[in-house]
């Protein structure tokens, strides 16, 4: 893992895009506002989702030598790009915090209810650690890895389903009852924040990928196969179980599987939906911490092992800031939803719009003479 | 003239110029192995480092640190090396004379063990004592004189040098030479003679196929490379040598195919053999350990193999080999994860059964790391994965049992590797015996006992089963280590413990390098065809392309695959046909 | 790495040298490698740095985390210290507490193979805690069991009347919030005490919790006449915008002494079993009436929840039933149609079978000989459903549904009769039933045996 351009394939971003966008979204049910249709406020959410993303590239493609934190410095001037880009790297260790939390809070109510949350939160944030002091290479070769495992766990569950006879498309009807507008209203902010435009950390990892011509196709092509996904998920999921009880439970995928009985043995399979947890939550949190570093390292010239040293406390510390659950759930629909749409939405087409024609040119001179 | 001669002979050696390498007159030192050297080219772009073209490199530095000229008389130098030597028993002195050299008294110095003593008389002894008498020569410069033509009209050993110093001669005499002391000059013949009874070629003790040839390297650095030169008859098959260990001087060669194998891999491997400085080499896992990528792992970054058919299979890929003079077991690299659980037997068999037995070899190795530990997370953290008539039965079973499951786990785990261990010493006449006492008594009077449930014994019954199908002992040693870390987190943690040591695992493996290769390829990072022979093996003639350890440019393996040539050869058989 | 090349004899390896030596390899090498590939050169340097320091974080990390080891594995229950309870039964005392009984399983009274004949001792055993809520019965239990209550592998849930007219919602929301109580628990309602029910000991089964899931299990699957309903399943239905349930009746039926000792168990016959009897509505939570078997089938049958049933039927225009097919494949759609200001619900069932028992003159070699025989079945099962309906508007509950498919199909009107549908709109609702019978086969013979006899009688 070097310094400047590890070779990474477009296909490893693309496998990176789907694990890190699947994370944990399937396990919570998103857009139960809208009660049956919420898959119907997903597939809108991706649609939009979609269109952030060419701004995303179309920024990317100003300078594609650089990372986001070139790309601020690069539209904003020096000063203002550093802190831009020392806010944005505090969000995604933000974020990875919010993930590490989650994943401490389901592992207590899934797997380990007695364990103390502090053990469990510092095995996630040292294996973090560790992914991240590997350097980014390695990182993209565990998503390839994984990506089969979680594939094939998905694969399995939705077939098991199937021949349980668990789905009944009855559920998702009458479809659009309420009309079109909470459908709207739930896919808009909250849901294109999160799962969709979560993307924007490609912005950190795109500058690596510059070796292969395809990185772009690559990316549309893993956005779409993932929004897919994601959609059919939360559909099968509604079929499954109905609205009302969706809109109760904490985790209704679980909820799903727990029903699962064929042929008398093969049941009680919640232990593969935790791993299927265990492994998005860890690519999420490992990403969102990679982010963090290598745009400090692109802004402050920190260099990644002062970096990764310094913010793993940082985010473990944090992630005792929020006492109970309830409290951590609602400042994740309060506050997250408020705060990230500026920097996810806002800033990026900012940039998309005062930077035409100059901003190319300037990153061209800024290559010439190093 | 002596005393220029003498002082040459000092200079020398001190005026070591480049590398602290001490070259001798020659330019090149005695190379004991049967010229076995490389083909065109020197040992491939960027082997001359130290300015040798061809054969050994000298032996390690710091051997020897001084350099006291022989003199004149044969009897100080006879008695000198003798002195150096102790008067080991096993150290020779024959004198003799030569017609060639009449008047001149000649003595012929050997250790008896590591030479051929048929090979002393025929080209020594033989040919000096037949030897017709030679032009006496010009006053002065005799005793050279003598010392020269002996060596180029009279002896007719293979490799046959002059040496000037003690500390030559000595190096000399523990390589196999045999030194030619001539009476009234300052040089000495040193003649190539080694032999000495080895081991015949015999069956590979280790790692044995059904199908396939059955011969296994052997202890003789000489006979292994000839018998990958009898499976690769190619002059791109380059092998290197070079001396490690100060007082061993171990011959290791380093093979590779030129063109195949990629330069930097093979630099660097030669890079990483010349900074060994030890002692001595008493085995190939000695190297091994110094040349590997990291220490700090389970997993070996080398494969150790006594075959020399998968040896020049690698070759033939790309990977390089060392053979280690004195050890049957050769290395190959770079390896990457995949490769451990291929056999060469697969290669022979069909790529039905191939692919069955690969795929199940894997399974096995994922069954000994994670059985017990899934056991033990079953059985005390998430009982609700049992159906309800196996928990009501393990119920029964552990009601008596004193120790929790992990406890019960690691005592049957540490019982049985201490088991193992005594077989592998064990005389091969208690041997049965001792089986029906490990098994009757630890397995079945534990339980009885109530001490360990027996649901444990068939667990790590099986767990030692499964450990013995990799077909490298070096992975299964890592199998057996980590098991117990995945044991103790899932006692622990449970199936959390066990996802987050697997996950430790993957990060850790997708971290290391064979040699620059991802220990993980071609799964990650993915290499596009070369789903073809990892773990399935597909039939050969869709096996098109090397692996992408070769070289670039140069992964074409033959040509285009077998249905076409059949249906070429079908229409030339037709229209033969009347 | 203790690679100490390049030192004179007798020289330490200092961190200093290492750092010397790589950086004199490194130059070198990057003048062999072509210039195309710097990244293998990176892959090849080693790490540039004094070789402990980079370890430090886990090294600081491990030995913390094994320090919690014997600190105490939090999670960590041994078998030995669960009592697994195989069925739960949910009674009410008369000062309207909550009684909840438990059947323990005793694992070490049933062999490894086979029932509990040679045992001595009983497999299970029923104990009892009171609480005012569900979840406080349960904890009550610390005062009386040795070990701790394990519910994962509760098979059924039994509930007596009384507690049910009382109202189950506590007893959904306690399962819905916990983890270890599965919801796929099957769930029966019993006109006595459920503690009794639990009591029993069924012959060939080792657990009688397993055994009577087993019961339900294979009465859906070939009796037809109850279904099987878990704890989800219920939730869903009482969730659902009728807000009605069914759920199968339990009793000890037969006279005699119950079996619950083991020495009863041991006899070859058994005064009284327990058996699947009537079934249970539930309306809005509480138990709203009993229906019958038969009753419950027709209603199986207009939902389209039968999976196999045995039918049997009589000759045509006979009364006595001497007939018997076996129906595999049913399906039934319902589909409202608006009639004034009521509702016509056309019911439509398909059904296919074979022939088990035919006892009725005629032959049957053409296919038009079995008309007669579907025209029986079908009439057969016209009557089951419209019984089975009637008896749900008797009872004011629409078990059979139809307020589903009013929400599913018409949700405007829905809307405005949602309110009371139950007791004004579903028993004014009138039925048009078509039953459609496919006799697949006859089975191994084509005529009766008894019209093979009077053939053969004739003849003499």
């Known amino acids: ?119 469990v939160m510092l095995i996630i944030t040292g294996i973090a650690y560790y992914t991240v002091s590997k350097g980014l290479t390695t990182f993209f070769r565990i998503t390839q890895i994984l990506l089969p495992v979680l594939v094939g766990s998905y694969g399995l569950l939705l077939l098991l389903l199937l021949i349980g006879g668990l789905i009944d498309p009855q559920r998702l009807q009458p479809v659009l009852e309420n009309g079109i507008g909470p459908v709207l209203k739930t896919a808009f902010p909250d849901l294109l924040s999160f799962p969709f435009n979560q993307v924007i950390v490609l912005l950190v990892f795109w500058k690596y990928a510059t070796g292969s ?33 969706t809109e109760l439970k904490t985790l209704p995928t679980l909820e799903a599987v727990v029903l699962i009985r064929l042929a008398n043995f093969i049941e009680r399979l919640d232990i593969l939906v935790t791993m299927l947890l265990y492994i998005g939550l860890y690519v999420k949190i490992a990403g969102m911490y990679f982010a963090s570093v290598l745009l400090l390292r692109s802004c402050c010239k920190v260099p990644l092992k002062v970096g990764a040293l310094a913010i793993a406390p940082l985010i473990y510390a944090a992630s005792f800031l929020e006492p109970t659950n309830t409290y951590h759930l609602w400042a994740g629909l309060e506050m997250s939803v408020k705060m990230t749409p500026f920097f996810q939405i806002v800033l990026p087409l900012l940039m998309l719009i005062i930077g035409i024609g100059w901003v190319k040119r300037k990153a061209e001179r800024q290559k010439a003479s190093p | ?135 006496v020569a010009p006053r002065g410069s005799k005793a050279g004189d003598i010392c020269s033509r002996l060596r180029s009209e009279v002896i007719t050993s293979g490799l046959t040098e002059s040496v000037t110093t003690l500390e030559r001669a000595l190096d000399a005499l523990l390589l196999g030479c045999c030194l030619v002391l001539i009476d009234g000059s300052g040089e000495v013949l040193a003649a190539e003679a080694s032999g000495g009874s080895v081991r015949a070629i015999a069956e590979p003790t280790s790692q044995t196929v059904i199908r396939g040839p059955q011969q296994g390297f052997t202890e003789s650095l000489s006979t292994s490379i000839g018998q990958i030169r009898r499976i690769i008859r190619s002059e791109q098959l380059i092998v290197e040598t070079q001396r490690i260990g100060r007082q061993t001087c171990t011959e290791v060669s380093l093979i590779y195919m030129k063109g195949t194998a990629r330069p930097e891999m093979v630099d660097e491997a030669r890079r990483r053999l ?36 998968q040896a020049a299979a690698y070759l033939l890929e790309g990977h390089f080999a060392i053979i280690v003079d004195g050890s049957p077991f050769a290395l190959l690299a770079p390896v990457t994860f995949f490769r451990f659980f291929q056999s060469p037997e697969d290669y022979y068999q069909r790529f039905d059964i191939a692919s069955f037995l690969r795929i ?59 088991l193992r261990e005594a077989g592998v010493r064990m005389p091969k006449v208690i041997g049965p015996a001792i089986s029906i006492v490990g098994a009757l008594v630890i397995g079945t009077a534990t339980v009885q006992a109530g001490l360990v449930s027996a649901a444990m014994v068939i667990i790590v019954a099986f767990t030692a089963i499964s450990s013995f199908v990799a077909p490298q002992m070096n992975i299964a040693n890592a199998a057996r280590l980590m098991r117990f870390l995945f044991m103790i987190s899932a006692g622990m943690f449970g199936f959390f413990g066990i996802i987050s040591i697997d996950l430790i695992l993957i990060i850790h493996l997708a971290g290391l390098h064979s040699f620059g290769v991802p220990y993980l390829s071609p799964m990650a990072p993915w290499i596009k065809g070369s789903w073809r022979d990892t773990i399935l093996r597909m039939p050969r003639w869709s096996m098109k392309l090397r692996p992408a350890i070769a070289q670039d440019g140069n992964r074409k393996r033959q040509a285009s695959g077998q249905p076409e040539d059949q249906q070429k050869v079908d229409q030339q058989l037709k229209g033969q046909k009347p | 790495m203790k690679r100490e090349a390049g030192l004179r004899h007798g020289e330490q390896p200092g961190i200093l040298s290492l750092f010397r030596r790589k950086a004199e390899h490194l130059e070198f090498l990057s003048h062999l490698l072509p210039k195309s590939r710097p990244s293998l050169l990176r892959r090849l340097q080693p790490k540039l740095r004094p070789s402990s320091l980079h370890r430090l974080p886990a090294l600081l990390l491990i030995p913390a985390l094994l320090l919690l080891g014997p600190a105490g594995c939090w999670d960590r229950q041994e078998l030995n210290e669960l009592g697994i309870i195989s069925a739960t039964g949910v009674d009410l005392t008369d000062t309207g507490r909550w009684e909840v009984s438990y059947q323990l399983v005793i694992p070490n009274a049933i062999s490894a193979q086979g029932a509990y004949v040679g045992g001595s001792s009983s497999p299970v055993n029923v104990f009892t805690s009171v609480g005012d809520s569900f979840r406080g019965a349960v904890s009550r239990t610390t005062q009386e069991m040795s070990r701790r209550v394990y519910f994962s592998h509760n098979q059924v849930v039994v509930i007596s009347e009384e507690a049910a007219r009382r109202g189950i919602n506590n007893l959904m929301e306690a399962y819905m919030r916990n983890g270890d109580s599965r919801e796929t628990v099957t769930v029966l309602v019993t006109e006595g005490s459920a503690r009794t029910i639990l009591e029993q000991l069924l012959p060939m089964e080792r657990i009688s919790g397993v055994g009577i899931n087993r019961l339900i299990t294979l009465e859906e699957k070939y009796g037809g006449n109850f279904r099987q309903i878990s704890m989800f399943e219920m939730m869903q239905d009482l969730l659902s915008p009728v807000h009605i349930t069914a759920v199968p009746g339990i009793g000890l039926s037969g006279s005699g002494a119950a079996v619950d000792t083991v020495d009863a168990a041991k006899t070859t016959h058994t005064g009284a079993k327990v058996r699947l009897q009537k079934v249970a509505i539930f309306k809005n939570n509480k138990l709203a009436g009993w229906l019958s078997t038969h009753e419950n089938r027709g209603l199986l049958w207009v939902t389209n929840r039968v999976k196999g049933s045995t039918v049997s039927f009589p000759c045509q225009g006979e009364r006595q039933k001497l007939n018997s097919i076996r129906l595999k494949k049913q399906k039934t759609r319902v589909t409202p149609v608006r009639k004034g200001s009521g509702w016509l619900m056309k019911i439509e069932s398909k059904a296919t079978g074979v022939l088990m028992e035919y006892n009725c003159p005629g032959s049957m070699r053409k296919p038009q000989d079995l008309l007669p025989v579907e025209a029986s079945i079908e009439a057969e099962l016209k009557r089951d459903m419209e019984d089975g309906i009637l008896a749900a508007q008797r009872l004011k509950a629409d078990a059979a549904g ?53 053939k053969s009688r004739k003849k003499e």
């Not at chain 2, 040798?52 to 020897?64: A, D, E, F, I, V």
């Not at chain 2, 049992?401 to 005592?411: C, D, Q, R, S, T």
């Open chain 1, 1 to 119: 893992m070097g310094k400047e351009t590890s070779s990474v394939s477009a296909g490893q971003i693309a496998i990176f895009i789907m694990m890190f966008s699947i994370g944990s979204t399937p396990m919570f049910q998103l857009g139960t506002d809208a009660k049956q249709d919420s898959w119907i406020a997903l597939a809108a959410a991706a649609v939009a989702g979609l269109g952030m993303l060419w701004v995303y590239r179309t920024l990317q493609n100003r300078a594609p030598e650089e990372d986001m934190g070139g790309l601020l410095k690069l539209h904003f001037g020096k000063v203002i790009g550093i802190v831009l880009g020392v806010a944005m790297s505090l969000l995604f260790a933000y974020e990875s915090m919010r993930n590490v939390r989650d994943f401490g809070e389901l592992t207590l109510s899934t797997l380990l209810p007695q364990t103390p949350m502090w053990c």
């Open chain 1, 213 to 245: 011509k395809k990185t772009g196709a690559a990316s549309y092509t893993a956005y779409i196969a993932v929004a897919l996904f994601l959609i059919a998920v939360n559909a099968v999921i509604m079929m499954v179980l109905g609205p009302a009880l």
């Open chain 2, 1 to 135: 003239m002596a005393l220029i001669v003498f002082s040459i002979s000092w200079i020398k050696p001190l005026s070591s110029a480049q590398n602290k390498v001490i070259l001798d007159k020659g330019g090149v030192f005695l190379s004991a192995s049967k010229g076995k050297k490389g083909g065109s080219a020197a040992g491939g772009s960027g082997g001359g480092r130290q300015g040798n073209s061809s054969g050994t490199k000298p032996p390690p530095l710091g051997r020897r640190v001084t350099a006291t000229p022989l003199s004149l008389s044969l009897a100080v130098n006879a008695h000198a090396i003798r002195k150096q030597f102790s008067d080991s028993a096993d150290l020779r002195l024959r004198m003799t004379a030569s017609p060639a050299a009449p008047g001149i008294r000649l003595a012929v110095l050997y250790l008896q063990g590591i030479v051929d003593e048929n090979n002393i008389r025929e080209n020594i002894l033989d040919k000096l004592q037949s030897a017709s008498a030679i032009e």
């Open chain 2, 274 to 309: 010349s900074e060994i400085d030890v002692d001595g080499i008493v085995d190939s896992g000695y190297i091994e350990e110094y040349i590997q990528d990291k220490t700090f792992t389970f997993f070996p970054t080398l494969i150790s193999s006594e075959r020399p058919d």
């Open chain 2, 360 to 418: 199940i070899r894997m399974s096995a190795f994922l069954i000994t790391l994670h059985l017990p530990a899934i056991y033990i997370a079953i059985t005390t953290f998430h009982q609700e994965m049992m159906p309800t008539n196996l928990l009501i039965s393990l119920s029964a079973q552990r009601e008596g049992v004193p120790f929790p499951a992990l406890v019960e786990a690691l005592i049957m785990e540490l019982t049985f590797e201490v």
């Open chain 3, 402 to 454: 139809f307020g589903n498919l009013l929400h599913l199909k018409h949700k405007e009107e829905w809307k405005q009769i949602e309110s009371d549908w139950n007791e004004r709109g579903f028993p004014k609702v009138e039925i048009e039933i078509s039953v459609h019978v496919k006799l697949a086969k006859t089975g191994r013979s084509i005529e009766s045996y008894n019209e093979a006899f009077e």
